[in-house]
Antibody, heavy 121, light 112 residues
Framework: QVQLVESGGGVVQPGGSLRLSCAASGFTFNNYGMHWVRQAPGKGLEWVSFIRYDGSNKYYADSVKGRFTISGDNSKNTLYLQMNSLRPEDTAVYYC??????????????WGQGTLVTVSS | QSALTQPASVSGSPGQSITISCTGTSSDVGGYNYVSWYQQNPGKAPKLMIY???NRPSGVSNRFSGSKSGNTASLTISGLQGEDEADYYCSSYTSSSTPNWVFGGGTKLTVL
């Protein structure tokens, strides 16, 4: 069965950096696109970033463009999100989600349990 | 402010049907048949309920159905059950600037 397990969250000061990981199993990792989606405490869902199955294209929400970088390691079946220049408004639970297909227009069919990122001094 | 507009709350009694609307623009909901719906229980990850406007993933009850007209998509839940009480989010693919996904603000479903 598909499993996605995020890690790497924690408390970081404004301006700091953090790298999130998402370990995937139960499917052929390099056959599917992958997303990051976040949810601020008590708020709704916000799409953050997407990487195509072959890493050829990466897309970002305007709110994180230039600060966050998505990547994948097919040898480790792991998705990453490098987050730099963090702001208090980046505080959220970050979910990785498998795309229902290879390309960016496919929805999120499996989600991890999420990892909490808190940006505070 | 979310890109897609959903009612904040809806309610219904067991056995009844309810519909949750999701209004966007011609750049997202109206422009693509890539609307999806997610159910989220407190403290849990979202779960895909409907994709590509009206398709159900394997394992999702046929009491859940989706539709779209113009810039508004809808999720209908028939034969309401207590276990349906949750938050529901719509989402749509958009390529108005760069390819990305937008969500609605979420609707809290209460089963009376």
């Amino acid at each position: 069965q598909v499993q996605l397990v995020e890690s790497g969250g924690g408390v970081v000061q404004p301006g700091g950096s953090l790298r999130l990981s998402c370990a995937a199993s139960g499917f052929t990792f390099n056959n599917y696109g992958m997303h990051w989606v976040r949810q601020a405490p008590g708020k709704g869902l916000e799409w953050v970033s997407f990487i195509r199955y072959d890493g050829s294209n990466k897309y970002y929400a305007d709110s994180v463009k230039g600060r966050f970088t998505i990547s994948g390691d097919n040898s480790k079946n792991t998705l990453y999100l490098q987050m730099n220049s963090l702001r208090p408004e980046d505080t959220a639970v970050y979910y990785c989600a498998k795309a229902r297909g290879q390309l960016e227009r496919r929805p999120f069919d499996y989600w991890g349990q999420g990892t909490l990122v808190t940006v505070s001094s | 402010q979310s890109a897609l507009t959903q009612p904040a709350s809806v309610s219904g009694s067991p056995g009844q049907s309810i519909t949750i609307s999701c209004t966007g623009t011609s750049s997202d909901v109206g422009g693509y048949n890539y609307v999806s719906w997610y159910q989220q229980n407190p403290g849990k990850a979202p779960k895909l309920m409907i994709y590509d406007v009206n398709n159900r993933p394997s394992g999702v009850s046929n009491r859940f159905s989706g539709s779209k007209s113009g810039n508004t998509a809808s999720l209908t839940i028939s034969g309401l059950q207590g276990e349906d009480e949750a938050d529901y989010y719509c989402s749509s693919y958009t390529s108005s600037s760069t390819p990305n996904w937008v969500f609605g603000g979420g609707t809290k479903l209460t089963v009376l």
